[in-house]
């Protein structure tokens, strides 16, 4: 039979390990939170390029509708060149799109992969903090000495 003070010593490694959960809980609940920020970050930044998008569709349409109009050939080369830009621009406008879903895409996988470790980490811990209490009970009942857990056991 295990010997208070080695009992104890358990007892004290449980509430280290504990602590130790309890710290990583912490921090992976930290990670969702700016997990959490990034998506909202880039939600925000996706409706403003479409919003934008919206914007240069009009915007070209009404240049070509400008320069189906156009009878000089001055004014059609310039026309002709901001239709241009206007495409480079959409082109860049989509590309930013692409990459902010797949940006967005991959901190959602990361924001659920913390919080199934978050998940786990609870369990852990209070699966832990049963442990413990049920070792300072029965340490508190066969020692014959008054311990106070470290730990609050119900």
Not at 21 to 31: A, E
Not at 65 to 92: F, I, K, V
Not at 121 to 130: F, I, R, S
Not at 132 to 142: A, G, I, K
Request: charged share 30%; glycine share 2%; proline share 2%.
């Amino acid at each position: 039979m295990p010997t208070d003070s080695e009992l104890l010593k358990v007892a004290a490694l449980m509430v280290m390990r504990a602590k130790a959960i309890q710290n990583r809980l912490l921090t992976v609940q930290n990670s969702i939170r700016c997990e959490s920020l990034e998506i909202e970050i880039l939600e925000e930044e996706t409706l403003n390029s479409e919003n934008r998008l919206r914007e240069i569709e009009i915007y070209i349409v009404e240049v070509q509708e400008d320069m189906d109009a156009c009878h000089s050939g001055m004014t059609y080369q310039e026309y002709s060149s901001e239709l241009r830009e206007l495409q480079a621009e959409r082109h860049g406008e989509l590309d930013l799109l692409q990459q902010s879903f797949l940006m967005r895409k991959s901190h959602e996988e990361k924001k659920r992969e913390l919080e199934v470790n978050e998940a786990s980490l609870q369990t852990n811990l209070k699966e832990l903090h049963m442990q413990c209490c049920n070792l300072w009970d029965w340490v508190s009942q066969t020692s014959q000495h008054a311990i106070t857990p470290p730990l609050k056991c119900l």
